[in-house]
């Protein structure tokens, strides 16, 4: 299974669509760099009055693009989240059943080997489309600015706020947390379209799935009462700013569920699954 999955995650770092969803969220989180950034870290002081104690010097964890800063990059890269994970390679399942290339994969190595090699690359890629763009954001806007945290209502990570010991105990270390968890996220979310090659026979119906469900979801699941599945809209789960305190339930009850669909209607109905 590992020359296979090998093979898979060589495919899927060679394809267009991976480099072309990197390129959207790289242009995205560089146009905030010189939109935001660079202003401020010109004038880093101009935020800092003194002896007042909710006005502090700018900081990197205050102003890069996943802050909360009221800038529209940042909200832009959460609504695309889903096509960014999507489009690097997870409509490959249904081009191979289309093409016949999965026949010369299942001729070497059995269904089993060949379903999760595709779902580990396209999990790779997926989550790697998400992240790689805010990092390198975050990564600029550090050495721009400089990683200070005050203990005061600054930053969008409040007392309630998930993770909010370590942020403002070790900052770097939550942000590497977050972008984890956005990762792991993004990785399967963009599984789900792997769940609907087994579904429908169009690629283009493949690829925004998993968008306007999201969308969907936004729309729907946002009026409920009940805290953790309201915060299961993809504008609160796929942002890493706590504009309002994230729930970690959510982000339980999401996984479980995605990880759920992946083995039910992915392997078991891939397996199952007669190739022509």
């Known amino acids: 299974m590992g020359q296979i999955i090998k093979i898979e995650i060589e495919r899927a770092f060679k394809s267009k669509g991976l480099w072309l969803s990197v390129f959207i969220g790289m242009v995205i989180c560089i146009e905030h760099i010189f ?15 003194y002896d007042s104690a909710v006005s502090m010097p700018a900081s990197a964890f205050q102003f890069w693009v996943e802050a909360g800063s009221s800038n529209f990059e940042g909200a832009l890269m959460v609504r695309l989240f889903p096509i960014l994970a999507v489009m690097p390679y997870a409509v490959s399942y249904l081009t191979d059943i289309k093409s016949g290339i999965i026949k010369n994969y299942y001729i070497r190595t059995s269904k089993i080997n060949y379903l999760t090699a595709k779902y580990v690359s396209v999990f790779v890629t997926g989550g790697f489309a ?39 105990s070790h900052p770097y270390i939550y942000i590497f947390m977050m972008l984890a ?43 409920s009462h009940i805290k953790w599945v309201k915060k299961m809209a993809p504008t609160y789960l796929f942002n890493i700013a706590q504009t309002s305190p994230k729930c970690a339930q959510s982000y339980i009850v999401y996984i479980s569920i995605m990880i759920m669909l992946g083995i039910f209607v992915y392997f078991i109905g891939g397996v199952k699954r007669e190739t022509y």
């Open 130 to 168: 998400v992240t790689f763009p805010l990092l390198v954001n975050f990564l600029i806007t550090t050495a721009c600015l400089p990683s200070i945290v005050w203990p005061i209502g600054v930053f969008t990570v409040n007392a309630n706020g998930m993770w909010s010991d370590i942020f403002y």
């Open 35 to 49: 939109r935001v950034v660079s202003p401020v870290a010109e004038r880093p002081l101009d935020f800092y009055i």
């Open 181 to 223: 968890l956005m990762y792991i996220c993004g990785g399967l979310l963009s599984t789900l379209a792997l769940v609907f090659s087994n579904l429908v026979d169009n690629r283009f119906v493949v690829i925004l799935a998993p968008f306007i469900i999201c969308e969907f979801t936004n729309a729907m699941i946002r009026i």
